[in-house]
């Protein structure tokens, strides 16, 4: 039903002319999602300046029973941020550093902030936030929190919800949380700011959060390695862990496939090896402690590795030129797939130790289905964290190769909870796999999910339609 013009007065003059608007042209940038899968419309677009102005949105939706979908940075690969009707509330005019206390390691932030700003600002301080994914350029504190992000650095510093200390929040009827505790030790009662954290907006509107810093590393070393098979890689994981220990702060696979599209795609990028392997790992290690000499611990550490037959090959970058030139082969990996055609995608997790049988087993089963896939399987292998993307068999039309779609996520969901994993590992549920809730989470889960969902939100005005199914 259209708002009444009384209600649209109202909530234009809680956030002004900058944070209001209904028209459909400047609305429809925020409708554009990174995947292109979901196609979003709303009445509105509001973007409130501070929390306050959330809270008395809110308060106007929950009594008018108004949908509202907060959007961060909108860079989420699950539909989450686009609306289906009712009110977007983009959260990136709350940008603002609020505080960074040294001696505490902790910055705290409105949840509007860009990832990059407040890793920059953490620099700035010589200290350290080590959340880091491709995306970070764009997408937002609060987009993170909400999804609870991980990146390449979880292996050592863990993901946002370890990442966290306090929030704030502002509960669906208007009521703001003040739960902004910059406090390592705090055990009073249940924990709250864990239900926020991955509840994907569906839960209440994150507006401020203190985050944990660290010292920030002197010395980095990479090394780009190849491999026979992901159980080789896995060896080279073990060792590395052992060898390494906390220093080990990233450990990334792609196969032959992927490395083929990057290089066939993105301009600028070369194969540091002369010959063409079957996998390959991209590892980093990191230390806080100055004139440390890690490029060479690195090279020692690689050398037993070829007489174990786990590395065929292997390149240790010797500057950070180098360093980037080796990630930038990873972080391409998703941009060289688009460009290749239709993939269908997946962002699944099993325990490290099942990887290669998961690895082998999906595959195949795969192929069976539809022969001639072609399967890049990558990502955070050192969390179990796969992007198990199948691209579109070369003899194949993109359309007709999409028809698999369900029957693809399928094989690859089941068989990530054959071997013990999830069928979502980082990017969250959002709309796109809401379906599979019910499938793998059904029962006292997704129950008790559904009670915390109804005591929090009983209107289901926020985000509704991703998540759980109410
Ligand atoms: C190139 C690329 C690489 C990526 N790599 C990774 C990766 O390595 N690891 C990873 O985890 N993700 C990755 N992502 C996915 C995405 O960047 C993350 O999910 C990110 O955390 C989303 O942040 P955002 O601000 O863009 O959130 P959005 O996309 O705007 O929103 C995501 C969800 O959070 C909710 N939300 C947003 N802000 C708030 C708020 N303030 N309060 C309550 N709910 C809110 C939305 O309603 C939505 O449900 C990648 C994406 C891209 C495009």
Request: proline share 4%.
């Amino acid at each position: 039903m259209p708002l009444s013009a009384a209600l649209l007065q109202t909530l234009h003059s809680i956030v002004g002319d900058k944070g209001f608007t209904t028209n459909q042209g400047e609305i429809a940038p925020y409708l554009q999602e990174s995947r292109n899968r979901f196609q979003g419309h709303c009445d509105i677009l509001i973007r409130p300046k501070n929390t306050q102005e959330v809270a008395e949105v809110l308060a106007i939706c929950n009594d008018e029973n108004i949908p509202v979908v907060p959007q961060g940075g909108n860079t989420g690969h699950c539909g989450g941020a686009v609306p289906q009707g009712g009110i977007l509330l983009n959260l990136s005019r709350l940008n603002k550093i609020r505080q960074l206390d040294g001696l505490n390691a902790t910055i705290t932030v409105d949840a509007g902030c860009i990832l990059q700003n407040v890793q920059l600002t953490a620099d700035k301080a010589d200290l350290y936030f080590p959340l880091s994914l491709a995306a970070e350029g764009s997408c937002q504190i609060g987009g993170n929190l909400a999804t609870n992000a991980g990146g390449i650095h979880v292996l050592r510093y863990g993901n946002m919800r370890d990442l966290t200390l306090g929030l704030e929040v502002v509960l669906p009827d208007g009521q703001i949380w003040d739960g902004l505790r910059a406090l390592r030790k705090d055990n009073t009662g249940y924990d709250l700011k864990h239900l926020f954290i991955g509840s994907e907006g569906t839960l209440g509107v994150i507006t401020g959060a203190v985050l944990k810093l660290f010292p920030k590393p002197k010395a980095r070393a990479c090394a780009f390695v190849a491999s026979e098979s992901p159980g080789h890689l896995m060896d080279v994981f073990a060792y590395m862990r052992d060898y390494f220990g906390e220093q080990l702060c990233a450990f990334e696979m792609m196969p032959r496939f992927g490395l083929d599209l990057v290089l066939k795609h993105i301009t600028g990028t070369t194969d540091p090896f002369a010959i063409a392997y079957q996998w390959y790992g991209v590892l980093e290690i990191s230390t806080s402690r100055p004139n440390t000499n890690l490029q060479t611990e690195l090279e020692e550490a690689l050398h037993p590795l070829f007489d174990r037959g786990y590395i065929q090959n292997a390149v240790v970058a010797q500057d950070l030129m180098q360093a980037e030139k080796i990630w930038a082969l990873r972080e391409s990996m998703s941009e060289a797939q688009k460009r290749e055609g239709g993939s269908v995608k997946h962002d699944i997790s099993v325990p490290v130790s099942h990887i290669p049988d998961f690895l082998a087993e999906t595959s195949h089963a795969v192929c069976n289905v539809v022969p001639g896939s072609r399967i890049c399987a990558f990502g955070h292998v050192g969390d179990g964290n796969i992007h198990f993307n199948i691209s579109q068999p070369e003899t194949m039309e993109k359309a007709a190769f999409l028809t698999n779609w369900e029957a693809l996520n399928e094989i690859v969901h089941e068989m990530a909870e054959k071997y013990e994993g999830s069928f979502s590992a980082e990017h969250g549920v959002g709309q796109l796999k809401i379906n599979e809730m019910d499938r793998f989470r059904g029962g006292v889960e997704l129950d008790s999910m559904r009670l915390i969902k109804r005591a929090f939100d009983p209107n289901n005005i926020m985000n509704p339609g991703k998540v759980v199914k109410i």
